[in-house]
């Protein structure tokens, strides 16, 4: 059995008289879901291997309120975001790294009208600037050679136009970069977004996962990398739906990179 | 005779361009039923992206070839309209090629409108072949039967047959001229230079100077009076975009498109509710008038906002948007054009009351549910691809927004699964029901 991982708290912090270098949202999906705290612990360890000095909220995070929002609960969602900039504003948060897009752009955009003014990073250009300081190593591993497609996140890529930073890094793992033929500005959604996620889908001939998953197969992939507990989510069931689950991996650019340390 | 029909020239100008106006003015009324927003900041900017994707339309060429074809006709109506300007000054003054002075600017001019009226006859081909032969995803869609596919086929032949006649129109001018025809000839000798319509001379080839003028004349005429027809169909169709575009980049959102815009009404009730100063029980001020508390999100056009009221008479129903759309590639009811159209189809409803009754009076009708069903609002992800594509700056998604929040701000009517979803989150800060004070269990699992 390996040693629970250190996770610093905020609230610890504080006691100590402390601040960190940089919060780490750690997001519903990444808190609860058991898919997703795979992906939170495997960046934790890269935090670590970092060096970075990093806290979480812990229980005192609550939802950034995005799907509320985006399901048309205006009223809910201010009301996370106000109760999440008291806590954030009265620990002096000044950067933010998340691995949700979901989180990060609610955060990043929809907050500091609100009073929330925070420099936000997703998780795969926070790694990439770590990467480019010297502090964290990317190297192939076992994952050199292997057939890899990024999915883009709704959230983070046409929202934000962050297309480049999870590419890098794959790039960086020396992995066969391959692109579907919807990517980027033209990506197709996962399905899981603007409360999507929660709620049985509308009437249809075919789910949005199963037609995302049949573009990834076009490309024969051995791995699709996505940067979203939801996109994992959905593509790793959309996997499951066309049976491919001993052929296709589905696993978020930070589990590679920490796989590909073996830590 | 020549008196006559420079009356009548300038009689039937100035009715187009009245009722045109009558129209115009008539849109700037409908969407000014919408909410107000402010879209005055960073005109810099704002002007760049007109600039960029409306005048150089730099969302157009995505799809290459369609985008090709479609500024080889933008271009080509542009350019052919300087011709416009002098066609009207010889309609009111009863000349002949006013602006030969020019000399070989001039020919050079009008070789460029020839060839280019040869290009966009052809482009304008193709598009037709592409609506109406091939199956192309987008052109096939439910909301286009009926009126949409018949309007955007008009238009096409429209195009074609201006093309037509313009270049009719200047075969018989540089015959007539060869004849040595009064009135036509100059001169200076041969005015304008023909490329492409002197293919055409084989055809007038035997006929007296007397048929030739009723040919060029009829040509002229159908000419003028068709643009001018064009001109006021404009506000009857799909087409208006020719002129819409421009205004509706110009106000379009310049913050990332992943941000939605904050409720400001609820922005208000939060920090009242949030501040412990505030008395709950607190009676509105002596002599205040009773406030009617603001509508949250939008049931029908007037909910909307102005911008979002423009983007509806500028869509010009292409189905970029909808071919991008995962749930509408999913066979869902949502097809964010469709959302243009209705909303369009609406407030031009909500116009015709205005116009017959003077003001609006409640018609039992609203764009929720007789326009927009729920089925199609609960199919949206919300992944913008449908605001990507949009060549002209549209924003469907916004709408779908709105909607949504009148759904559930109003009527509270989201789906079971989607309302546990958000008690979730009130009550324990996670979309699913686990407890907050678990939130940092992970850490400790290995």
Known sequence: MAEPIKVPTMAEYMAQGKKPEVLFWVGCSGSFDDRAKKITKAFVKLLHEAKVDFAVLGTEESCTGDPAKRAGNEFLFQMQAATNIEVLNGYEIKKVVTACPHCFNTLKNEYPALGGNYEVMHHTTFLKSLLEEGRLKVEGGKFKGKRITFHDPCYLGRANNVYEAPRDLLRKLEVELVEMRKCKSNGLCCGAGGGQMFKEPEPGNKDVNIERTEQAMEVKPEIIAAGCPFCNTMMTDGVKGKNQEDKIEVMDVAEMIANAHDL | ?446
């Not at chain 2, 309209?81 to 309609?91: F, P, S």
């Not at chain 2, 709950?280 to 906002?305: I, T």
């Open chain 2, 1 to 446: 005779m020549q008196i006559i029909a420079q009356v009548a020239f300038l009689i039937v100008l100035v009715a187009g361009i009245a009722f045109f106006t009558r129209n115009i003015r008539r849109v700037i009324r409908n969407v000014k039923l919408g909410r107000k927003i402010d879209r005055s900041d960073n005109p810099g900017e704002r002007f760049a992206k007109m600039a960029r994707v409306a005048m150089g339309q730099s969302k157009m060429v995505k799809k290459p070839f369609a985008g090709f074809l479609h500024i080889i006709v933008y271009l080509g109506f542009i350019i052919i309209n300087i011709e416009v300007l002098e066609i009207m000054i010889d309609g009111v003054f009863g000349t002949h090629r006013i602006l030969s002075f020019l000399g070989a600017g001039y020919n050079f001019l009008i070789a460029s409108f020839e060839i280019l009226a040869l290009l966009v006859l052809l482009g304008v081909i193709i598009f037709w072949l592409r609506r109406n032969v091939t199956n192309i995803y987008r052109f096939i869609g439910n909301e286009l039967k009926g009126w949409p596919k018949n309007d955007a086929n008009y238009i096409l032949y429209f195009e074609m047959v201006l093309m037509i006649l313009f270049l009719t129109m200047n075969g018989a001018d540089y015959q007539l001229q060869l004849n040595g025809a009064v009135h036509y000839a100059q001169n200076a000798g041969i005015v304008g230079s023909f490329p492409i319509s002197q293919f055409l001379l084989p055809l007038f080839e035997g006929l007296s100077n007397a048929t030739l003028i009723i040919i060029e004349r009829t040509a002229w005429w159908l000419h003028i009076v068709g643009i001018l027809f064009f001109l006021n169909y404009l506000y009857y169709s799909k087409h208006l975009h020719i002129l819409l575009a421009f205004p509706n980049v110009y106000l379009s959102k310049l913050t990332v498109p992943g941000q939605f815009d904050n409720l400001e009404a609820v922005t208000n009730e939060v920090k009242l509710m949030m501040d412990p100063d505030a008395d709950p029980y607190a009676l509105p001020a002596e002599g205040a008038d009773e406030e009617v508390p603001e509508k949250f999100g939008a049931s029908d056009v007037m909910d909307l906002n102005q911008v979002q009221l423009l983007n509806a008479y500028t869509c010009t129903e292409c189905g970029r948007c909808t071919a991008e759309c995962p749930a509408n590639q999913t066979g869902k009811k949502l097809s964010p054009r469709k959302i243009m159209m209705d909303t369009r189809d609406r407030l031009e409803e909500v116009g015709e009351i205005i116009n017959e009754k003077g003001s609006f009076e409640d018609d039992g009708k609203q764009l929720l549910d007789n326009y927009i069903l729920r089925e199609e609002l609960w199919a949206c992800t919300t992944c913008n691809a449908c605001v990507e594509a949009c060549p002209i700056g549209i924003d469907p998604l916004s709408i779908i927004l709105d909607m949504r929040r009148y759904l559930v701000m109003e009527e509270s009517a989201a789906s079971t699964d989607l309302a546990n979803a958000m008690t979730n989150i009130e009550n324990n800060g996670a979309p699913w029901p686990y407890n907050q004070m678990d939130r940092l269990n992970w850490a400790k699992e290995n």
